[in-house]
């Protein structure tokens, strides 16, 4: 099993950028695809953005074009730049892992999780 620590979540303004870390420990890295996740408070978990072990990527519409997921294999960490934030970008970001090559936007099917990192951006 695998364990998360995301981290680089902050208060930005509008316009603004952020690159959010998830370090994984356990469990070996290259066997699990990784996504990011957002909830805002009220709102449900929703799908950002995922990538496997081989480096293809998956990104909702909403983000695509300012949000670029990476992975360093040898560091077992995924990053996550944020660009050109908006106010509706507020959210707490989870990165989380699903053993396995294939991408999937549904929060159920992945398995393990990390606590989340809060991104504020302010109007």
């Known amino acids: 099993q695998v364990h998360f620590v995301e981290s680089g979540g902050g208060l930005v303004q509008a316009g603004g950028s952020l690159r959010l870390s998830c370090a994984a420990s356990g469990g070996t890295f290259t066997d699990y695809a990784v996504g990011w996740f957002r909830q805002a408070p009220g709102k449900e978990r929703e799908f950002v953005t995922a990538i496997n072990w081989g480096g293809t990527a998956y990104y909702a519409d909403s983000v695509k074009g300012r949000f670029t997921i990476s992975r360093d294999n040898a560091k077992n960490t995924v990053f996550l730049q944020m660009n050109s934030l908006k106010p509706e970008d507020t959210a707490v970001y989870y990165c989380?892992?699903?053993?396995?090559?294939?991408?999937?936007?549904?929060?159920?099917?992945?398995?393990?999780w990390g606590q989340g990192t809060q991104v504020t951006v302010s109007s």
């Open positions: 989380a892992a699903r053993r396995g090559g294939t991408l999937y936007t549904r929060a159920y099917l992945y398995d393990d």
